[in-house]
């Protein structure tokens, strides 16, 4: 087994029930739908969103990705009208952790995207999204609960990676962002150096 694919400390018996993990409050999403066959899921992508942009602590991304978003509260709305999306997980600037979509399906979160060779990393990966705006900075309890979610997510499936919206869909999306310390997630995962976003070294940053 390479260091990539060891588990960390944890219990996945218990953490979880089925692909729900127990310590997120479940917040179920119907955009979703299943994982081809026979695939493994060794990929985590971080995004950045926030609604509307620049504005924390509503209920808006929650809506969102349940598809109850209210379109004429915001001008900002009118541009999401009609999309499906969803992620796994949403992670909110105090570090509260929400779950929309069993990470055993596929939720709608990557669109076109490829990594390291692999197309639609949506077969194969978990999205986190974080509460925040692409380029800004993060809150230190979002990068405490996401090196623990990782961890947690690396007990239950064959995590290899963990990378930006921006690595798998470079010049069509650019989050999380510059303002994405990932040298200090990798220092709180202790993942080794090739297995968090390219480049990505603990000393560094």
Not at 55 to 70: I, K, N, P, S, T
Not at 179 to 189: A, C, E, I, K
Request: aromatic letters at 10%.
């Amino acid at each position: 087994m390479s260091m990539a694919s060891e588990p960390f400390p944890g219990n996945a018996t218990t953490d979880w029930s089925g692909g729900w993990l127990r310590a997120a409050r479940r917040c179920e999403s119907s955009h979703f739908g299943p994982r081809p066959a026979q695939t493994d899921v060794d990929l985590i992508v971080v995004h950045a969103i926030s609604l509307p942009p620049g504005e924390y602590g509503g209920d808006q991304v929650e809506q969102f990705f349940a598809h109850r978003l209210d379109w004429l509260a915001h001008p900002y709305f009118e541009h999401l009208r009609g999309l499906r999306v969803s992620a796994h997980f949403f992670i909110r600037r105090d570090g509260a952790l929400l779950q929309f979509v069993d990470a055993d399906a596929r939720a709608w979160h990557a669109g076109a995207s490829s990594w390291r060779g692999r197309e639609q990393c949506n077969d194969h990966s978990i999205g986190i999204e974080l509460e925040g705006l692409e380029g800004d900075r993060f809150e230190s309890a979002q990068y405490a609960r996401l090196a623990h979610l990782c961890n947690s997510l690396r007990q239950r499936y064959p995590i290899a990676h963990v990378v930006g919206h921006e690595h798998i869909a470079p010049g069509r999306k650019h989050d999380p962002g510059a303002g994405f310390d990932w040298p200090l997630l990798q220092r709180l995962l202790g993942w080794p150096s090739e297995c968090v976003a390219p480049g990505t070294s603990a000393g560094s940053g």
